[in-house]
């Protein structure tokens, strides 16, 4: 069987080796993937477009693409693939505006009832400066595309409100994501990542993680991409459960059966539990999250390719899950997520013990060599998080690279 996993990150590794491990026969191709999946499979090596990539699956006969990154989606991938009779695991067009138009996904969360933070819309820099005049500027200001996950900005005061929308209407930073701001009701509390597979019928979850955005320790700093994650997340008690089910699962899958948002692939729902309990939907995406996939795939006790081939065939779906707590530290050049330098010598990863994934990293010669501002997922499994962190981080002691950065309070 041939299948062919899209995307360059961690991610893309880690699904491609859990498919693997259950499936050792299967053959592997990656576009564009990177060092680590050059090693497990085939990465593509030309720029493919989209309809390159559909002849190119054609010609080789691809039995599965699986849509690892979100770009993929949005430029309509899984039509085309769908539309000429290729397998494809991911949502179509419509459906991924889900994640890639925010105004979309939250008209879509209002009209079926899905709980989310209160919101207001504004096209223009003085409509919105004169929206918060009337609050405590205390607010989430986010690009109405998802500019690369760049566009949203937490702000507590007025500098700070005035300099996210300069940022975005005056200086036009995001280009025409930033031609609408979503202002959206700013909720503390704990975050949580629901990573689901939805198979036009059901929507079946994961098991919970947490997600770590910011550079910086005790959440500080700039956004980045993650650098790291946990799982089960601990504060997603059964109550939570409940709670997330009735108020955004269940109206999630009812809005999508009505609006005939109907695909085989992922969903992923970012989630905020306030003190009093409550979940809130803050965003979806149409694919699974990166690095809460390196921390989830490792605890999967079925076997993904077998779930996968289910989804398409509507059949009901069971995942069975290893007794375990994980987590993923990443490790990254310093300076990311602004400026950084690659061509730097990793040490230590030869010798490395399962799992890690490579997130930028490319092999020359008999080196490996950084080649991005994410460079590796190291992963820690064991009976309890604090277990498990302390499995991951006496990984992480064993590589090295000049300039490396990791944050150390990972599941703390
Ligand atoms: N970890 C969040 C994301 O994948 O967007």
């Keep these: 069987m041939k299948i062919l996993i899209l995307g360059s990150g961690g991610r893309e590794h880690a699904i491609g080796k859990k498919l693997l491990q259950d499936n050792p026969f299967i053959e592997l191709y990656f576009y564009p993937g990177n060092g680590g999946t050059n090693k497990i499979g085939k990465n593509l090596e030309t720029n493919y477009s989209i309809s390159e990539l559909y002849f190119f699956s054609k010609k080789n006969a691809i039995d599965l693409t699986i849509v690892g990154s979100e770009n993929f989606l949005l430029d309509g991938i899984v039509d085309i693939f769908k539309n000429g009779g290729l397998t494809i695991m991911g949502a179509h067009y419509q459906s991924s505006r889900l994640e890639g138009d925010r105004m979309f996904a939250k008209s879509f969360m209002k009209k079926y009832g899905v709980r989310t933070p209160q919101y207001k819309v504004f096209t223009s820099y003085q409509k ?121 699962l269940e109206p999630t899958l009812e809005g999508l059966f009505l609006e005939k948002l109907t695909f085989f692939g992922f969903i992923y729902f970012g989630l905020m539990i306030t003190s009093t309990n409550k979940v809130y939907l803050l965003e979806y995406n149409t694919r699974m999250g990166d690095p809460e996939t390196q921390t989830l795939l490792p605890l999967m006790k079925s076997n993904f390719l077998h779930i996968i081939q289910s989804t398409f065939m509507k059949k009901d779906i069971v995942i069975a899950w290893k007794s375990l707590c994980s987590c993923c530290v990443v490790i990254s050049s310093k300076g990311y997520p602004e400026k950084y330098e690659n061509g730097k010598i990793i040490k230590g990863l030869n010798y490395l013990k399962e799992p890690f994934y490579i997130a930028g990293a490319k092999k020359e010669k008999e080196e490996w060599i950084t080649s991005r501002g994410r460079v590796l997922n190291i992963v820690g499994l064991g009976k309890s998080i604090e277990e498990a962190r302390k499995k991951a981080y006496q990984k992480v002691q064993k590589v090295y690279f000049e300039n490396c950065y990791f944050r150390k309070d990972i599941g703390l």
């Design 128 to 248: 919105a400066i004169n929206f918060l005049k009337k609050t405590t500027y205390s607010v989430a200001i986010k690009t109405n595309g998802i500019a690369e996950g760049k566009g949203v900005f937490l702000v507590k005061n007025k500098q700070e409100a005035e300099q996210a929308l300069n940022y975005i209407f005056i200086d036009k930073k995001f280009g025409k994501s930033g031609n609408k701001v979503i202002i959206e009701e700013f909720l503390k509390g704990n975050e949580s990542s629901i990573i689901s597979i939805y198979n036009s019928k059901e929507i079946i979850p994961f098991l919970s993680a947490k997600d770590y955005k910011k550079i910086g320790e005790k959440e500080t700093g700039s956004n980045t991409g993650g650098m790291g994650s946990i799982s089960p997340n601990p504060y997603m008690k059964n109550d939570i459960w409940i709670d997330f089910k009735k108020n955004i």
